[in-house]
């Protein structure tokens, strides 16, 4: 409760400066930290789901969380770009301020505290110990590197779409901010399916390998838009390849990560969640940034960067099973007797 409030006390704080500030240099080490104190929140916040939720459960509170943070990205960037016109840059972040403050307020006075007693902080012996454990560890490497991958293999289009629909297609920019929108829905519709199936009895691992199937399928639809035809289909065939690619990223994130969440339970929770996010980011960002400095159209950029990530999650996803993973959803949920038996056949 205390890092989850203190780190949006501390967003807010960060966000009224960055509106204040009238230097650049001070403007990007704010915006730093303003990141920073964000992602306290999305590590902490699957914590609290772990530790309040019982497993059949996790998966639907992970989707229903991430929804907000799929639709923001739709809706900010018009919003904030009306009034930035209107008004100022700075108002965007008075805004960010506002609602920093209302969660935080809200946070202290009703959020109550989801951990028994507090744990021990831990030593740097400690976090290297569970470092070694992630990367060493193949049922909790290969679910994070599948992960990552499938982020990367959708993160490429938001890097290069600008330059494939406007530069290359050359569709109107307002109409091709549309496409986010679209996007976002996408996402939610395989979200809002994959939490219904999952209320229906559907196993993790059946929802992880029918949202892989369902992201190859985009892949394969994409290649589709390299064929000569007019610009306003391929731009259409590839909006359809990306959305099924993001649909099917809805399906495998929650599942993946509360079979990660059961595995790394206890003081390694924290930790593996930080890894996955760094690798799912981090890959995300150096794979981008090679897609957008190739030399080649932005269009083959795009599909062939999203064919080759894709390959990475399913080959991750291949190995993951290898090393003995199953469902584990039932009766093993609730046995304390450890990592190996939430995972073991």
């Not at 509170?61 to 990205?73: D, R």
């Not at 901010?177 to 209320?199: D, E, Q, R, V």
Request: charged share 10%.
């Amino acid at each position: 409760r205390r890092v989850v409030c203190g780190g949006l006390t501390a967003y807010t704080v960060v966000s009224v400066l960055i509106a204040l500030t009238p230097w650049l240099t001070v403007f990007i080490a704010l915006r730093f930290l303003q990141g920073f104190f964000t992602a306290i929140f999305i590590i902490v916040s699957r914590q609290i789901i772990y530790d309040l939720y019982e497993p059949d459960r996790q998966v639907a509170a992970i989707g229903t969380m991430v929804s907000g943070i799929i639709l923001s990205p739709a809706v900010a960037p018009v919003a904030g770009a009306y009034i930035a016109h209107y008004l100022s840059w700075r108002f965007d972040f008075v805004l960010s301020a506002g609602f920093g403050a209302v969660l935080a307020v809200i946070g202290w006075l009703h959020l109550g505290e989801s951990l028994a007693s507090r744990l021990p902080w831990p030593t740097a012996g400690q976090l290297i110990d569970c470092y070694r454990f992630f990367f060493a560890t193949g049922r909790v490497f290969w679910p994070i590197t599948c992960l990552s991958a499938m982020f990367a293999a959708y993160f490429v289009f938001i890097v290069t779409s600008s330059f494939v629909y406007v530069d290359e297609l050359g569709v109107n920019p307002r109409l091709y901010s549309k496409l986010f929108i679209f996007m976002a829905l996408a996402y939610l519709a395989g979200n809002w399916t994959m939490k219904h199936l999952n209320g229906r009895g559907w196993q993790r691992l059946r929802l992880i390998f029918w949202g892989l199937m369902m992201a190859t399928a985009g892949c394969a639809v994409g290649f589709a838009s390299l064929i000569d035809c007019p610009a306003l289909i391929r731009g259409i065939i590839l909006a359809v390849a990306s959305a099924m690619v993001r649909a099917g990223y809805a399906f495998v994130q929650p599942p993946l990560q509360v079979v990660l969440m059961r595995d790394c339970g206890g003081q390694r929770l924290g930790a593996m969640l930080g890894v996955l996010y760094l690798l799912q980011f981090g890959v995300s960002g150096v794979v981008s940034q090679l897609a957008a400095t190739a030399r080649t159209t932005a269009l083959n950029i795009t599909v062939l960067t999203m064919a080759a990530m894709l390959a990475v999650a399913l080959i991750s996803y291949l190995l993951w099973r290898r090393t003995g993973a199953s469902s584990g959803y039932g009766r093993e949920d609730r046995d304390p007797g450890g990592a190996d038996n939430l995972l073991g056949h």
